[in-house]
Nanobody
Framework: QVQLVESGGGLVQAGGSLRLSCAAS????????MGWYRQAPGKQRELVAT?????STTYADSVKGRFTISRDKNTVYLQMDSLRPEDTCEYYC???????????????WGQGTQVTVSS
Protein backbone atom coordinates (compact mmCIF):
# COMPACT_ATOMS: atom_id res chain seq x y z
CA GLN A 1 0.00 0.00 0.00
CA VAL A 2 0.93 3.62 -0.43
CA GLN A 3 1.60 5.12 2.98
CA LEU A 4 1.75 8.83 3.75
CA VAL A 5 3.47 10.20 6.84
CA GLU A 6 2.79 13.81 7.80
CA SER A 7 4.67 16.14 10.11
CA GLY A 8 5.05 19.82 10.92
CA GLY A 9 1.75 20.70 12.53
CA GLY A 10 1.50 22.56 15.78
CA LEU A 11 0.47 25.75 17.54
CA VAL A 12 1.43 29.13 16.14
CA GLN A 13 0.39 32.73 16.70
CA ALA A 14 -1.53 34.66 14.07
CA GLY A 15 0.84 36.00 11.43
CA GLY A 16 3.31 33.20 12.00
CA SER A 17 4.42 30.36 9.76
CA LEU A 18 4.45 26.59 9.66
CA ARG A 19 5.83 24.09 7.18
CA LEU A 20 4.05 20.79 6.71
CA SER A 21 5.67 17.81 5.07
CA CYS A 22 4.32 14.50 3.82
CA ALA A 23 6.44 11.59 2.68
CA ALA A 24 5.02 8.81 0.54
CA SER A 25 6.38 5.30 0.81
CA UNK A 26 9.07 4.42 -1.71
CA UNK A 27 7.12 1.47 -3.13
CA UNK A 28 4.79 3.87 -4.94
CA UNK A 29 5.37 3.47 -8.67
CA UNK A 30 3.77 6.67 -9.92
CA UNK A 31 2.29 9.64 -8.08
CA UNK A 32 0.11 11.65 -10.43
CA UNK A 33 -0.82 14.35 -7.95
CA MET A 34 -0.20 15.23 -4.32
CA GLY A 35 -1.96 17.75 -2.20
CA TRP A 36 -3.24 18.99 1.11
CA TYR A 37 -6.79 19.07 2.39
CA ARG A 38 -8.14 20.39 5.67
CA GLN A 39 -11.18 19.79 7.82
CA ALA A 40 -12.46 21.69 10.82
CA PRO A 41 -14.82 20.08 13.35
CA GLY A 42 -18.36 19.98 12.01
CA LYS A 43 -17.34 21.15 8.55
CA GLN A 44 -16.68 19.54 5.20
CA ARG A 45 -13.18 18.64 4.11
CA GLU A 46 -11.82 21.14 1.61
CA LEU A 47 -8.95 21.25 -0.82
CA VAL A 48 -6.09 23.53 0.17
CA ALA A 49 -3.49 23.01 -2.54
CA THR A 50 -2.38 20.42 -5.08
CA UNK A 51 0.64 19.83 -7.26
CA UNK A 52 0.73 17.53 -10.28
CA UNK A 53 3.52 15.31 -11.52
CA UNK A 54 4.38 18.03 -14.02
CA UNK A 55 4.59 20.72 -11.35
CA SER A 56 1.28 22.47 -11.99
CA THR A 57 -0.25 23.88 -8.79
CA THR A 58 -3.70 24.89 -7.64
CA TYR A 59 -4.77 26.72 -4.50
CA ALA A 60 -7.96 27.45 -2.68
CA ASP A 61 -8.86 31.13 -2.87
CA SER A 62 -8.66 31.40 0.91
CA VAL A 63 -4.96 30.50 0.98
CA LYS A 64 -3.78 31.99 -2.31
CA GLY A 65 -0.76 34.20 -1.78
CA ARG A 66 -0.13 32.84 1.72
CA PHE A 67 0.51 29.12 1.21
CA THR A 68 3.00 27.51 -1.14
CA ILE A 69 2.99 23.86 -2.15
CA SER A 70 6.10 22.14 -3.44
CA ARG A 71 7.28 18.63 -4.16
CA ASP A 72 10.55 16.76 -4.08
CA LYS A 73 10.29 13.21 -5.41
CA ASN A 74 7.81 11.44 -3.11
CA THR A 75 7.60 14.23 -0.54
CA VAL A 76 5.19 17.14 -0.65
CA TYR A 77 5.49 20.31 1.42
CA LEU A 78 3.11 23.06 2.39
CA GLN A 79 4.69 26.32 3.46
CA MET A 80 2.09 28.32 5.36
CA ASP A 81 2.77 32.00 5.96
CA SER A 82 0.65 34.79 7.41
CA LEU A 83 -1.46 32.26 9.26
CA ARG A 84 -4.88 33.26 10.51
CA PRO A 85 -7.10 31.77 13.23
CA GLU A 86 -9.48 30.55 10.53
CA ASP A 87 -6.67 28.34 9.22
CA THR A 88 -7.06 26.21 12.35
CA CYS A 89 -7.87 22.75 11.04
CA GLU A 90 -6.76 19.17 10.77
CA TYR A 91 -4.61 18.99 7.65
CA TYR A 92 -4.49 15.82 5.57
CA CYS A 93 -1.97 14.82 2.96
CA UNK A 94 -3.35 13.25 -0.20
CA UNK A 95 -1.71 11.32 -3.00
CA UNK A 96 -3.42 10.28 -6.22
CA UNK A 97 -1.16 7.45 -7.21
CA UNK A 98 -0.68 4.17 -9.01
CA UNK A 99 0.90 1.17 -7.37
CA UNK A 100 1.69 -0.17 -10.85
CA UNK A 101 1.79 1.49 -14.25
CA UNK A 102 -1.08 -0.66 -15.55
CA UNK A 103 -3.39 -0.17 -12.58
CA UNK A 104 -6.03 2.45 -11.98
CA UNK A 105 -4.91 5.33 -9.78
CA UNK A 106 -6.41 5.69 -6.35
CA UNK A 107 -6.50 8.22 -3.54
CA UNK A 108 -4.40 7.69 -0.44
CA TRP A 109 -4.55 9.72 2.74
CA GLY A 110 -2.29 10.56 5.63
CA GLN A 111 -3.40 10.35 9.24
CA GLY A 112 -3.74 14.11 9.60
CA THR A 113 -1.79 16.75 11.49
CA GLN A 114 -3.34 19.48 13.62
CA VAL A 115 -2.66 23.14 12.91
CA THR A 116 -3.84 25.63 15.51
CA VAL A 117 -3.49 29.38 15.02
CA SER A 118 -4.07 31.55 18.08
CA SER A 119 -5.23 35.16 18.04
Amino acid sequence: QVQLVESGGGLVQAGGSLRLSCAASRNTISILRMGWYRQAPGKQRELVATITNGGSTTYADSVKGRFTISRDKNTVYLQMDSLRPEDTCEYYCNAYAQQYTWSMPANYWGQGTQVTVSS
